[in-house]
Structure formats: C-alpha cells, structure tokens
C-alpha cells in the first residue's frame, strides 16, 4: 500500500534535519515553527508550512506530489545567515531537496537580528517512497 506523504510530514522531516546542523562548532542551532520573538534563542532556522500540490493520482491516490517550503535563516549578523543557509543547502540536497529563490537579507527592528529567506522544493514519488529533483 501507497504512503500519502503529507505537509505534516514533510514538515517534521525538515524540522529533524534542520535541528541537527550545527552552525558554530559546538552547538546545534534550533529549528523553530514560528517567528521567533525577542525572547527566543539566536541564531535560529523557521521552517514555514510545507505548500503541497498533488501532480498524479492514480485511483485518486496521489502517486506524484511536489513540496515548496520556505526557511527562515535569522542571526545577528548577514554573513551569518549567510552561511547558515549554505549549511542548510548541503544538509536539503542529500534528500535531492534544492534550493530555488532566495530573498533578500532583512533587519528585524523588534528582534534587532537579521533574516535571510530560503525557499526549497522536491518531488514525493509514492511509488518509490523517495525525493525526486523537480528540475
């Protein structure tokens, strides 16, 4: 029987994978589900909710589904949401996850931190139960 992959999963697959990169040597940087506020932890990756788009059913089963997610790279300085974003590239494209937009970097006035938006897609085979490159 097929498993329909879901935006909750895809979501908690990308929370575990982001939640285990360290981007200093010694401690693994959070992975958060929402805005982080200026009490939260810095620096910090927000993983937004998964938008999910079937591409072929079969039997209105879906057998082909595409993710878009957007990530959040927040830290004090550019550079560093910088290479927190490279360091999530590297970790996404062993699960054939690619990066395909970046935004430009923004200063937070409420937090006084820097955001870099990142936004990765990939392709869910059912048949296969893996990640295909969309392009």
Do not use: G
Not at 69 to 76: F, L
Not at 101 to 113: A, M, R, W
């Amino acid at each position: 029987m097929l498993y329909d992959f879901n935006t909750k999963d895809m979501s908690d697959l990308l929370y575990d994978i982001l939640s285990e990169i360290k981007d200093n040597e010694k401690d693994k940087t959070e992975a958060v589900l929402q805005t982080p506020t200026t009490k939260s932890k810095f620096p910090c990756r927000v993983v937004n909710t998964p938008l999910e788009s079937v591409r072929q059913t079969e039997n209105a089963i879906p057998i082909l589904k595409d993710f878009q997610v957007t990530i959040e790279h927040w830290a004090s300085k550019q550079r560093e949401c910088m290479e927190m974003a490279n360091k999530t590239d590297l970790e996404l494209r062993k699960k054939n996850i690619i990066r395909t937009n970046t935004s430009p970097i923004l200063f937070d006035e409420i937090t006084k931190k820097y955001r870099l938006i990142t936004t990765y897609e990939v392709r869910y085979n059912a048949l296969t139960n893996s990640f295909n490159f969309i392009r």
